[in-house]
């Protein structure tokens, strides 16, 4: 067992009083031979020990052990040594080089090995490792950002329309923390920067720091995604350091291209028969092509030999889907498959489909052919298209 004083900055021993190194030169045969209690007055010799077990033979009054039993001094630090070093201050071990560390101690992780310290590190060394260790930095980023202004709702667009915005640009050069202060930022200065898409290359000024120019856009949606990526370039950051002021290089950044993309959906609306006859129309809310379940709306009562439920879907839509429909089952309060005799199918082009002029569109139209019904049933939709 060792002891360091940091107030005197000295490194102590545990060493029995009497034995080798401690004044005199008693050895491991006499410990092992010795009465537990002189162990104890070697060990603490300011204290006095009980010498055996009370008992008839000595009257039931065993009696007490004490230093000066013994002949040492009572000293009660006597028992601590201190440990002179060599002037190297080199630690030597006489384990087996192979012997490792079973446990963490202080910064000394288990698995060290002997050898990894043994007439390599100083005393010095060691103890700055246990008392004081090492703490390393973590990094973030760097990072760019593109976004669209204005947005565009649920990221969807009607085909055809025109969308005049901006790509917004923003970019962070990350951070580099340690034991969670935060000690600047990781990357060097964005030197580039371009966005690759419709309408694009576009090459984008740049300023120090971090600055990268907008994009200015006015791009006709087409079916499908649409979308845009930014590559924003950036110079090498500075280097990390650990708690000892040590470079860390494991967390530095060393310039390169970073990316994000931004995007939306161009779609067809599904159109919605109405009250006012056959052949009115309205536009459902938009819904991504790749959507499914899909309610429908048809909020009016059917007309024998007049107004029938009617839903259109745009043939770029269906695609090579299979399109089924469900109806709300008001005992059951859920959809339930129709039969595909209750609807039939025929084909029209729509005109001017999302408000946009000439923007003629082939859909398929579903008209229900069975008995006429209600409509939408206490405000739920009606209907529900499925496609497989």
């Known amino acids: 067992m060792m002891a360091y004083v940091i107030e005197e900055d000295k490194l102590y021993t545990l060493k029995p009083v009497g034995y080798f190194g401690n ?62 070093f060599g002037g190297d201050n080199i630690y030597t071990s006489n384990l087996a080089t192979t012997l490792e560390m079973t446990e963490d101690v202080g910064g000394m992780p288990s698995g060290t090995l002997v050898s990894d310290l043994s007439n390599i590190k100083t005393y010095d060394e060691l103890f700055d490792t246990i008392l004081f260790p090492t703490s390393y930095p ?156 899909i309610t429908c709306s048809q909020g009016y009562d059917e007309v024998l030999g007049g107004v029938r439920h009617r839903i259109a879907i745009a043939d770029a839509m269906i695609d090579s889907k299979t399109v089924t429909f469900q109806q709300w089952n008001t005992a059951a309060l859920a959809y339930a498959d129709l039969d595909a005799s209750e609807f039939t199918s025929s084909s029209q082009t729509f005109n001017d489909v999302g408000g946009v002029v000439g923007n003629n569109v082939a859909y398929t139209v579903y008209t229900k052919a069975s008995a006429p019904g209600g409509g939408d049933p206490g405000g739920t939709p009606i209907y529900r298209i499925k496609f497989s």
């Open 23 to 84: 004044g005199g030169n008693l050895t491991e045969t006499d410990w092992d031979a010795a009465p537990e209690w002189e162990r104890a007055v070697r060990i603490d010799p300011a204290n006095a020990f009980v010498k055996e077990a009370a008992s008839p033979a000595n009257g039931f009054d065993p009696g007490n052990g004490n230093a000066a039993d013994l002949g040492i001094s009572a000293d009660p630090n006597g028992c601590w040594v201190e440990v002179a």
């Open 138 to 293: 973590t990094a973030s980023g760097p990072s760019v950002g593109l976004s669209l202004s204005p947005t565009v709702p649920q990221g969807l667009k009607v085909i055809g329309e025109t969308y005049i915005g901006n790509l917004v640009t923003t970019a962070n050069q990350g951070s580099i923390t340690l034991n969670g202060v935060n000690q600047g930022v990781r990357s060097g200065d964005v030197t580039a920067a371009t966005i690759a898409g419709p309408g694009g290359p576009y090459t984008l000024g740049v300023s120090s720091p971090n600055g990268i120019d907008d994009q200015a856009i006015t791009h006709v949606v087409t079916l499908g995604t649409n979308s845009w990526t930014l590559t924003g370039t950036f110079a090498q950051g500075p280097m990390p350091l650990d708690s000892t002021g040590a470079a860390y290089s494991n967390v530095r950044f060393n310039g390169g291209d970073k990316f994000a993309p931004t995007s939306f959906e161009g779609v067809y609306p599904i159109q919605l028969g109405t009250a006012v006859g056959n052949t009115s129309w309205t536009e459902r809310a938009l819904v991504s092509h790749g959507g499914n379940n």
